[in-house]
Nanobody, 115 residues
Framework: QVHLVESGGGLVQAGGSLRLSCAVS????????MEWYRQAPGKTRDVVAT???????NYAHSVKGRFTISRDNARNTVYLQMNNLKPEDTGDYYC?????????WGQGTQVTVSS
């Protein structure tokens, strides 16, 4: 069993920052890819950032230069540092682990950015 637990969401004003965390527990296969997704109200769940086991990263165009994904393999935790937040960043943020031909999701954490 693999469990992912997100934390760090909240309400922030536009231009502010938040740092999301995703703690992973259980039988974690390596190599793997960790991902952050965002689901805005009434919209699809879209990938925001990804990071491989060896630290290679990729970002959605809308967050490039503002968000930074990182991971601490010793602590089995992945982070999403979000700076210069915009109202359109509002949504539920989910982390996902992809490994061994399967994937696991967390329960999500809500981010609200007020204008």
């Amino acid at each position: 069993q693999v469990h992912l637990v997100e934390s760090g969401g909240g309400l922030v004003q536009a231009g502010g920052s938040l740092r999301l965390s995703c703690a992973v527990s259980g039988n974690i296969f390596s190599p793997n890819i960790m991902e952050w997704y965002r689901q805005a109200p009434g919209k699809t769940r879209d990938v925001v950032a990804t990071i491989t086991s060896d630290g290679a990263t990729n970002y959605a165009h809308s967050v490039k230069g503002r968000f930074t994904i990182s991971r601490d393999n010793a602590r089995n935790t992945v982070y999403l540092q979000m700076n210069n937040l915009k109202p359109e960043d509002t949504g539920d943020y989910y982390c996902r682990l992809v490994a061994a031909l399967t994937s696991y999701w967390g329960q999500g954490t809500q981010v609200t950015v007020s204008s």
